[in-house]
DNA sequence: AACTTGGTCAACCGCTCTGAT
DNA sequence: TATCAGAGCGGTTGACCAAGT
């Protein structure tokens, strides 16, 4: 048996709010204030709707001081940074934005931004490797295929989350790379929920033995970099394409410098890929990501064990 | 001009969280 | 402590509109 419906269906208006409604609406509100109770409230205000569709319609539209449309740059990257670091928590990412509610920002993340950010990526991953492939020519000029690259493939030496918002690799459940590796009990890591593993080639043991030690790169990222051998990552030598199967966020820490500086990318901007490729562009490239501290990211002083994943592209 | 396709966004659905009892 | 109702949230849907064919 399911659970009662909030309000009498029959009897409730659905749909397009008028502009009487949306008058009576507000100047109950403006009389009497929500009174705490939004599902009392349109029986009070003389509406025929459900408590919480007033709710939604006040604020989301009603309430005074929203913003509609025209996000400027700057809200832009408030967007990104928090969406990169909290994932889709939009109502904590309203929060930050004045005058903008939790349905606008996501909306406006799903149409918009998302496609412009990917759009923005796969020019970038476009350029890199255009980059890559003039420099094998030893100099010698290229010309450049009109088409993007397609998507590399790659060998997951740890990784699978199902469904965490942020800072996480995912890999399809069905894929073969997943039979190839041994789960490990994520929740040891503090970084994936209660639904997601991490996973490592048998037998598993943290730091995996043979991964280089992140002083090699300049010692900018709190002391947990690792760097995995191709040696190491062949070990899971199942290979996935990273279209559908690797997504990837980070929170711009600076371990994500180092490991974008193995990679020979620009930024943190490269990682927001939200499901799409480009971590890692290039055939050969070997990479290293963390688990530890609070979140993906060790901070200083959080424990050394907590941490790493490889990949490489083959 | 008619139809199709794709984008946008308001609104709904169903779940979890929270506070009152 | 357990239960319940209401609030809050994120994901999804569907109506509407504009652009393309």
């Not at 319609?57 to 509609?68: E, T």
């Not at 890999?171 to 929740?187: E, F, K, Q």
């Not at 002391?223 to 030598?237: K, L, M, N, W």
Request: glycine share 12%; with cysteine; charged share 20%.
């Amino acid at each position: 048996m399911g659970r009662a419906p909030c309000c009498d269906r029959e009897n409730v208006k659905r749909g397009p709010w008028s502009p009487e409604e949306d008058s009576t609406l507000k100047s109950y509100v403006a009389k009497h204030g929500t009174g705490g109770n939004w599902i009392a409230l349109p029986q009070k205000a003389g509406l025929r709707r459900c408590g919480k569709s007033c709710r939604l319609r006040w604020l989301n539209y009603l309430r005074p001081g929203i913003k509609h449309g025209g996000f400027t740059e700057q809200e832009d990257n408030v967007i990104c940074s928090l969406y990169k670091s909290i994932g889709s928590r939009w109502s904590v990412i309203a929060s930050h934005l004045p005058g903008r509610t939790d349905n606008d920002v996501k909306n406006y993340w799903n149409t918009k931004l998302k496609k412009k950010l990917l759009t923005a990526h796969s020019n970038l991953n476009y350029h890199h490797n255009k980059k890559k492939s003039n420099n094998n020519s030893n100099g010698s000029k290229h010309t450049c295929d009109s088409t993007p690259p397609s998507p590399p493939t790659a060998a997951v030496l740890a990784v699978k989350s199902e469904d965490y918002g942020f800072g996480s690799f995912s890999m399809p459940a069905d894929n073969p790379a997943s039979s190839a590796l041994a789960p490990v009990d994520a929740g040891a890591f503090g970084c994936f929920n209660s639904h997601s593993q991490v996973l490592v080639p048998e037998p598993a043991s943290f730091p995996v033995p043979g991964l280089a030690d992140q002083s090699n790169y300049g010692g900018s990222a709190n002391g947990y970099v690792v760097s995995p051998s191709a040696q190491d990552i062949s070990a899971a030598s199942s290979c996935l394409t990273t279209d559908n199967g690797i997504g990837w966020s980070d929170n711009a820490g600076g371990v994500v410098d180092v490991f974008l500086m193995e990679l020979g990318l620009a930024g943190p901007m490269d990682l927001l890929t939200d499901g799409g490729y480009g971590l890692l562009d290039r055939v050969g490239d070997v990479g290293s990501v963390q688990v530890g501290g609070s979140g993906l990211w060790p901070n200083a002083g959080d424990n050394p064990q907590e941490l790493y994943q490889g990949v490489t592209y083959s």
